[in-house]
């Protein structure tokens, strides 16, 4: 833990053990969360005051619990926004080029050169439509304009004219996004409005020619909706870094399916990024301890009481 303030006590978990994270919660100021989720009974910790998450997804922490028991919690807002948008580009043009067919075939020897023509699409000249254009969205519309797509964005909140002339986006509603976009890329956390928000009803008004691209969180699509629609070409297909289960199952429908490209949850996943990472999150603590402000984009519970819990009751 290079990155943590000197003379700061860093205790790694080495389990998901439950009584082996009960031990490291008793004696713990602080939680910096990965992968592992938070339950409501971490928050009776009895010096806990703050959590931060290493990344920016917040599902797994149980908010209420914070809420109630006066800890603050906070995530690491956009810091994964460039490895995201990368993968998400890396993901938009393996399935239309099928780059999985591609791979597979010329490793069996053969040379499927001349099909392709009829089978590969361009990004140039397509509709890309951003369900959230926060920090990993707006990162995803640069890169797309850069290939000559077209962007259409719904955000819950519209963005004020200047700001849409300056990222070069048209706002539309969901269901007109849904309509009208080549290429359908979800960048929502997964909240209880936004679980199952792409289903079948969403699915039917799509092009037949388009594609789902989701690098966000599994349930904001209806697993089972999206499959029957790819095995029966209501859409051409499919993007995934992120799946209702996690680790997918070894029997998943998805498996079965030669039009869907998949990668395991490894979006912001990239060395390069890590130390970025645990700087802004190590950033995060610091101020904490110091009483100093965080950056309102980071901020998912306030913290108003948890600065009373002190060491020597």
Known sequence: MRYAPQHWTINMASSYEETHQRTLIAEADMILAGWAP??????????????QK???GYDKIDLQAARDNG??????SGMNADPVAELVVFLI???YRRFRYLDETIRAGQWVKSEMRAKARSLSGKTVGIVGLGAIGRAVSGRVQAFDAKVIYHNRVRLGEQEET???VIYCTLDELIEKADILSLHLPLTPRTRGLICAEKIARMKSDAIIINTARGELIVEDDLVEALRSGRIMGAGLDVFGTEPIGVNDALLELDNVVLTPHIGGAVLDNVGNMAVHCFDNMTRFVRGEPLSASDVIVEWEDALNKTRHP
Request: proline share 3%.
């Open 54 to 56: 290493f990344g920016a």
């Open 166 to 168: 300056r990222l070069n």
């Open 38 to 51: 938070v339950p409501a009974w971490m928050f009776k910790g009895r010096y806990l005051r703050f959590v």
């Open 71 to 76: 800890v603050g919690v906070a995530i690491a």
């Open 93 to 95: 043009l393996a399935v």
